[in-house]
T-cell receptor, first 112, second 112 residues
Framework: ETGVTQTPRHLVMGMTNKKSLKCEQH?????MYWYKQSAKKPLELMFV???????ENNSVPSRFSPECPNSSHLFLHLHTLQPEDSALYLC???????????FGPGTRLTVL | AQSVSQHNHHVILSEAASLELGCNYS??????LFWYVQYPGQHLQLLLK??????LVKGIKGFEAEFIKSKFSFNLRKPSVQWSDTAEYFC??????????FGAGTRLFVKA
């Protein structure tokens, strides 16, 4: 399944680093999402983009900054993260914001 | 607050046993309901969904789920599980707006 790809798959960063996560969907979808998956907790919706416009920002700290340059690409820019931000970050896309979401493999982020 | 509850975090069954995973949500309006599955080493993927119509929906691999509006429930069932059903199962509820709420997941292990 290569409908939604994410890079890198693993990332280790210090608290003062700046890094970016990349997501690309090859499904022609109009909506894209970032989720945070922590152990033993529900998936937490972070951001939703519809037609390249951010339509949901779920009270996410400003150290996470999303960017959607076009309908196929979604980035999550990271800076001055905290160790508690270590988690699996999942990207998803859907035809519209009501329908089935297709998930990427995730980026496993570790903040030291 | 809106939430999705999955009653069992871990379930262990023998092959051919019947499965029922509970899912309840707290939201009084119209919902779209989903069950997603994550097999070991694979992406989250759709198992089945309910938008409207017959409250008993069938998905892939012999799974089905029943929407009971009065109980705010969307339980997942399979009459006879197989070893290959070992996975983590997530209930998700799409409420008004752009949010999809996920449950914490249920890890199913099927003994061969």
């Amino acid at each position: 399944e290569t409908g939604v790809t994410q890079t890198p798959r693993h990332l280790v960063m210090g608290m003062t680093n700046k890094k970016s996560l990349k997501c690309e969907q090859h499904l022609g979808h109009n909506a894209m999402y970032w989720y945070k998956q922590s152990a033993k907790k529900p998936l937490e919706l972070m951001f939703v983009y519809s037609l390249e416009e951010r339509v949901e920002n779920n009270s996410v700290p400003s150290r996470f900054s999303p960017e959607c340059p076009n309908s196929s690409h979604l980035f999550l820019h990271l800076h001055t993260l905290q160790p508690e931000d270590s988690a699996l970050y999942l990207c998803a896309s859907s035809q519209d914001t009501t329908d089935t979401q297709y998930f990427g493999p995730g980026t496993r982020l570790t903040v030291l | 607050a809106q939430s999705v509850s999955q009653h069992n975090h871990h379930v262990i069954l023998s092959e051919a046993a019947s499965l029922e995973l509970g899912c309840n949500y707290s939201y009084g309006g119209t919902v779209n309901l989903f069950w997603y599955v994550q097999y070991p080493g694979q992406h989250l993927q759709l198992l089945l969904k309910y938008f409207s119509g017959d409250p008993l929906v069938k998905g892939i691999k012999g799974f089905e789920a029943e929407f009971i509006k009065s109980k705010f429930s969307f339980n997942l069932r399979k009459p006879s599980v197989q070893w290959s059903d070992t996975a983590e199962y997530f209930c998700a509820v799409k409420t008004g707006g752009f949010k999809t709420l996920f449950g914490a997941g249920t890890r199913l292990f099927v003994k061969a």
